[in-house]
Structure formats: structure tokens, C-alpha cells
């Protein structure tokens, strides 16, 4: 009887798969902008290929109702393309994850290892299927997919902004910062779009103001209301010298770039150079509108 058997789908528990993600931490979602790709890595925890070299972007089906230990930026995928021209390999169990984690490899390749079995998911009795051209996952497990190869961003249709999990995470422990400290999405999401303004990264436009989502529930929204709630609303000491719009605009720029660094009163000790709040968010809808050349943006409150 192979591995998978004990983790197969069972009545009530199976779980349709259409899209997957990869889940962030802010440095690093700030780098896959950068990159506009998701760079693979070498598997580093107690997987069974950790002495295999093998480099691989991991994704989930799974959502996480306690927060997530990988970070707070998610980027969503279509599971189509992610495994059409794949080979699927069975990796492991880890039941140290709770609930158990099952893993699967997908590789272009023919991989040789002992520590991946070629998996048919149309035949082999595992926690994947498919079935009638539609995929399928057991649900009660942690879904974990290690892919073979960058992930380009052209391939992400949604941006999202996560809880991080109170207790765990995958790359610092108790050391990481959103562990101690834990944002709220609001803050992610300003962090970032602070990070994408500042330096003029054009990558991700699209996911900021996706098509068919009410205009209120946008990353583009979210963000915007987080830094309204971070940098204005008594939170920063208006009363500067500075009314001309380019200089309250060159202000909120500089301000942008410390703010999505996470140096929040640095940034707000710089815009204390603008006369006032109402410049202060003519200056940044000046600079929204602009890089989304939207000249008519405002935020639907």
C-alpha cells in the first residue's frame, strides 16, 4: 500500500482546487515585485528532499482561519496553469503540521529519487484527484505543492493581504517580527502599495484594481485606506512650511519609501513638513492617480 493511501480523499472532506497561492512575507513579496517572478529555493526545512538540490516555489490550496506562518502578501494563481505539462511526484506526510501537510513535487522533468514517487492523479487513491477535467484535494489536510521552476507574476490574478499566524513562522520563529508584532492587513497592504509608489513598480497594476471587484474591497482600497489611517487622522503633526503642491508631493514620495521600510514615525516626522492634511492627501492621491493614470481616482468611501 503506498504512502499516500492513509491521507486519501474521504467521503465529505474532498475540496475542488482552482486556484493556489504562494504566501509572503512583506521583504520578500517586496522582492517578487522587484523580480516580477516568484524565484524558486532550495527546500531547507526537514523535507526529504532537503540533500536533493532541488529548487522550488512552494504554493497552497489552502486558506489559513488562524493566519498564516509563511507571511502576510498573497499572491493567487490559477491551479490550471500551474500543473498543466507537470509531472507530479508524492514527497511526503509531515504530521508534525496541524493538520497533517501532504506534499507533492511538480516537475517538467523526469525526476529521479527515491524521496519522489510518480503519483497519477486520475488513478492513484491519494489526498489529489482528478476527475471529469476538475481537481480535487482532501480537505481536512494541509495542501503543500513544490514546483520546479520561477513563477512568473503575469501568471497572478489577485493580490491579498493575510493574517500572519499568532505563534509560528516558517522562516524566522518567534524572532519574526510579524509574530511579535502582527500587522493587520490594512497595514500590509499600505506597506506595499507605499513600496510599489515609491519606486514606480508597474509589475502588479493590474492586481491592485482587479475587474469585477467592487472598487471598497481592492488591494488598491485597503492600502489606501492604511496609510490614510497610519499617516493622517491625527496621527502626524501637520503645520509645516510646505503648501506648493511638487513640494508636498516630493514630501509624500520620500515618505512613501521610509513608510513602506516599516519606518513609520520617520514618516510621519517627514510629511510634518506639509501645512496640512488636506495637502497631505491631495499630494497622495497626486501620486496614485499617476502611476495608475487614473486621473479621476479616489477612494469609494
Not at 517538467?108 to 482528478?130: F, I, W
Not at 514615525?265 to 499630494?283: M, P, Q, T, V, Y
Request: charged content about 25%.
Amino acid at each position: 500500500m503506498p504512502d499516500w493511501d492513509k491521507y486519501r480523499i474521504r467521503q465529505g472532506e474532498e475540496v475542488e482546487i482552482t486556484t493556489v497561492r504562494h504566501i509572503a512575507h512583506v521583504p520578500t513579496a517586496k522582492r517578487i515585485i522587484e523580480d516580477g517572478r516568484i524565484k524558486s529555493g532550495l527546500i531547507y526545512d526537514k523535507s526529504l528532499l532537503n540533500r536533493s538540490r532541488i529548487s522550488v516555489v512552494w504554493l497552497s490550496a489552502n486558506t489559513w482561519a488562524n493566519g498564516s506562518m509563511y507571511g502576510t502578501v498573497a499572491f493567487e494563481i490559477p491551479w490550471a496553469d500551474i500543473v498543466n505539462g507537470q509531472n507530479i511526484y508524492w514527497v511526503e506526510a509531515v504530521t508534525d503540521y496541524n493538520p497533517t501537510a501532504f506534499r507533492f513535487l511538480l516537475s517538467k522533468r523526469d525526476v529521479k529519487s527515491p524521496h519522489a514517487q510518480p503519483y497519477d492523479p486520475a488513478r492513484d487513491n491519494g489526498p489529489l484527484r482528478y476527475r471529469d477535467g476538475r481537481w480535487f484535494r482532501a480537505g481536512n489536510l494541509t495542501s503543500e505543492f513544490m514546483i520546479e521552476e520561477d513563477i512568473s507574476l503575469d501568471q497572478s490574478t489577485a493580490l491579498d493581504f493575510v493574517n500572519h499566524h499568532p505563534r509560528y513562522c516558517s522562516s524566522d520563529g518567534s524572532a519574526c517580527e510579524d509574530v511579535r508584532q502582527p500587522p493587520s492587513p490594512q497595514k500590509t497592504a499600505a506597506r506595499m502599495l507605499a513600496h510599489v509608489l515609491a519606486k514606480d513598480h508597474h509589475e502588479i497594476d493590474r492586481l491592485w484594481k482587479p475587474p469585477g471587484v467592487k472598487a471598497v474591497f481592492t488591494p488598491l482600497e485597503i492600502g489606501y485606506s492604511g496609510l490614510w489611517l497610519s499617516l493622517a487622522t491625527r496621527r502626524t503633526e501637520f503645520g509645516g512650511a510646505l503648501r506648493n503642491p511638487k513640494s508636498c508631493t516630493r514630501v509624500v514620495m520620500g515618505a512613501l519609501a521610509l513608510y513602506g521600510l516599516n519606518q513609520v514615525e520617520a514618516a510621519r516626522n517627514l510629511l510634518s513638513l506639509i501645512n496640512s492634511e488636506d495637502h497631505f492627501e491631495r499630494a497622495l492621491l497626486k501620486a496614485i492617480r499617476r502611476h495608475f493614470r487614473e486621473p479621476r481616482w479616489k477612494p469609494d468611501w
